[in-house]
């Protein structure tokens, strides 16, 4: 089946400093792939999708580019801010009729001012 | 647009009790989506429905788990005989699935269940 596999966390950086949150999957089908964002008291909420492959999705100053040849899809910020603290899950959906989605497990950020 | 309302947002119970949670998704959405969510397993995928109808329960236990979609403004998680380690946090999320490419998942608050 589906698989993703994301970097461990905690992740604790300071403010001002680059992130990059590795995220790589498993799949046999054509994927669409999503980034997450869930911060403290609710839901995950979504940050950013790309429906295609060599696409780059961008959201808050979070980018991530959808590789297919790597099957990859790194969630990279250049400048974290001390309100980016949240978990980060990266997920892939499938195609066609399985809407079953598949999550890694998160990625805890802590960002110090 | 009030987003996907849970209820309640905690509930505590006694080992042995029955807990339901509620779970209202967004108009006009046709999936809904149950998780559950700890600090050591992360979020784990339940169960969802496709226009009401059950399409996947893979991450249901198979006892004393159900879920069900009677209409499409309200579905229901319960849990029989719960147990200390069904404490977690209870997600629900609804999509607009159509087409043939997936869509993105709106989830509730959660619900907070605390087994004692």
């Known amino acids: 089946g589906d698989s993703v596999t994301q970097t461990e966390g905690p992740v604790t950086l300071s403010e001002g400093t680059s992130l990059t949150v590795n995220c790589s999957y498993e799949t046999k089908q054509y994927p669409t792939l999503f980034w997450y964002v869930q911060y403290p008291g609710e839901g995950p909420q979504l940050l950013f999708k790309v429906p295609k492959a060599n696409e780059k999705g961008s959201n808050r100053g979070f980018e991530a580019t959808y590789n297919k040849e790597a099957t990859s899809f790194h969630l990279q910020k250049a400048s974290v801010q001390e309100s980016d603290s949240a978990v980060y899950y990266c997920?892939?959906?499938?195609?066609?009729?399985?809407?079953?989605?598949?999550f890694g497990k998160g990625t805890s950020l802590v960002v110090h001012p | 647009n009030a987003g996907v309302i849970q209820t309640p947002r905690h509930k505590v119970t006694g080992k042995g009790q029955e807990a339901t949670l509620w779970c209202e998704p967004i108009s006009g959405h046709s999936a809904v989506f149950w998780y559950r969510q700890t600090i050591v397993q992360g979020l784990e995928f339940l169960t969802y429905?496709?226009?009401?109808?059950?399409?996947?329960d893979s991450g249901m236990p198979k006892e004393r788990f159900s879920a069900q979609m009677p209409n499409q403004s309200h579905s229901t998680l319960k849990i029989q005989s719960t147990q200390p380690q069904d404490s977690a946090v209870y997600l629900c999320a609804s999509s607009p699935l159509g087409g043939y490419n997936y869509a993105e998942q709106f989830f509730g608050p959660g619900t907070r269940l605390t087994v004692l």
């Open positions: 429905f496709r226009n009401q109808a059950p399409i996947d």
């Open positions: 997920a892939l959906g499938g195609r066609g009729g399985n809407y079953k989605p598949t």
